[in-house]
């Protein structure tokens, strides 16, 4: 995807989609839109080996050595979703009240970075 905003809509969309559908079987109220923004804004994830190469730029790297490296792995969404199972029956009160829950949290994100890869 060459647009970064593009990187963005797509897992925007996939989990609005999933939503209504989710909130179809369950009932209205179960998934929070909460969710969709966290997955839109996570399809940004691979892309955070930018940030690396303004570092190694002063080095001697180049773009090319930097970007679509390890941040373009299998293995960030499967942290994510190590993190997502790990977290499973967490419940943090700032969290609690918005409806959210920490172990959906970071299966949003890691489906927004596989989504991104």
Known sequence: M?????????PLVLAALFKD????????????????LIAGLAGLIPDIDIIAFWILYFFGFSLLEVHRTF?????????????????????????????LKLSVIFLMIAFGAFVHL
């Open 2 to 10: 060459p647009q970064a905003v593009l990187h963005i809509l797509v």
């Open 21 to 36: 559908w989710y909130e179809s079987k369950k009932g209205k109220g179960t998934f929070p839109l909460h969710y969709v």
């Open 71 to 99: 941040a373009y792995t299998i293995f960030v969404p499967l942290i994510f979703l190590a993190l997502a199972l790990a977290f499973k029956n967490a419940r943090i009160k700032q969290i609690r009240k918005h409806k």
